[in-house]
């Protein structure tokens, strides 16, 4: 019978290598002169079964390249370490440098303002937000999620140009991050920046193709630059990935009647309806449609029902008041 050898995966190779290594070695090896062991070495001598006295030895002869945390050490202790490997490994520690322990509390104070400022997100408190999250990124601003929260802060507060700043942090930080794309499109969109906003929603989309928001938002800038086709197109790319969605429903409405499709748009006003029909849009829509069509009466009907549902809105109001008095002189 043909013997089947082993394989090891390539992320175990180092693994064997340590212990193949630490096996074989000879006793003048342990000696000093020897280079410094890494975390990584230790963990694996253990994890092959190498003697935690063996390990001490090595450790006392040459010392180790990492700092020995609390947290590290359990670790260890976890794979097999004895007290005495322990021991020896905080004899021979290395203290981190002020410059390093300084860094490392910064980063976790960060953190703590970071989580806090999350929590005021959720809680639609936006300046106190801001400030926590102003702090966390003053400590630590290699954070992407840092400058990803302030940013959504500085939007609801209807702060774009700062909100546009922090998205461009974060893609600095983390280039591949489709949501940072798609909603830094949003804030150029707010300041009707068109034409970056398509950029940015465009590489939303290369890096997340479903993503719903991104689509919608690319449509919508498209509208705004006056390109009823394409935005169409979106829009109907928009209610593909959710059939049901009324605004897209209506905006592509909107869309076809910029491009006298008339009929088109009657069709959509008519699928907005069947999923809310109580959306004063929808209705305002299709009297709009229906009035480009002609046909008045029933123009009519649609301007009553969408004023009704929205009586704030003078507007619609005015459009209704406007029509009855033509059919009504």
Known sequence: MNSITPRLRP?????????????????????????????????????????????????????????ASNE?????????????????????????????????????????????????LDRKLWPEAEAELRLAVQLDPTDPAAHFYLAHALTQEKKEAGAISEYREVLILAPD????????????????????????YRASLSLSPANETARYGLAVTLYG??????????????????????????????????????????????????????????HAGMGYALLKKGERRKALEQYRAAAALAPSNLNLRASYQALWLQLNP
């Open 225 to 282: 630059e006056g390109k009823w086709a394409e935005a169409a197109a979106e829009f109907r790319m928009a209610l593909r990935l959710d059939p049901a969605r009324e605004d897209a429903l209506c905006a592509l409405g909107l869309a076809l009647l910029q491009e006298n499709k008339v009929n088109g748009a009657i069709q959509q006003y008519r699928k907005a309806l069947h999923v809310n029909p109580r959306s004063a849009t929808a």
């Open 177 to 200: 991050s489709a949501a940072a794309h798609c909603n830094l499109g949003g804030a150029l969109l707010a300041k009707r920046d068109f034409a970056q906003a398509v950029s940015e």
């Open 11 to 67: 992320g175990n190779l180092w693994l064997a290598q340590v212990i193949l290594a630490a096996v074989m070695l000879p006793a003048a090896l342990l000696g000093a002169g020897g280079k410094p062991l890494s975390e990584r070495q230790v963990l694996g001598l253990l994890q092959g079964g190498v003697a935690s006295q063996r390990i001490e030895q090595l450790v006392r002869a040459r010392g180790i390249d990492f700092y």
């Open 72 to 120: 590290i050490l359990q670790q260890l202790q976890k794979a097999g370490a004895l007290p005495e490997l322990l021991s020896a490994m905080q004899a021979v520690n290395q203290p981190l440098s002020p410059q390093a322990e300084a860094f490392a509390e910064n980063r976790k104070e960060a953190a703590a303002h970071r989580a806090r400022g999350q929590k005021l």
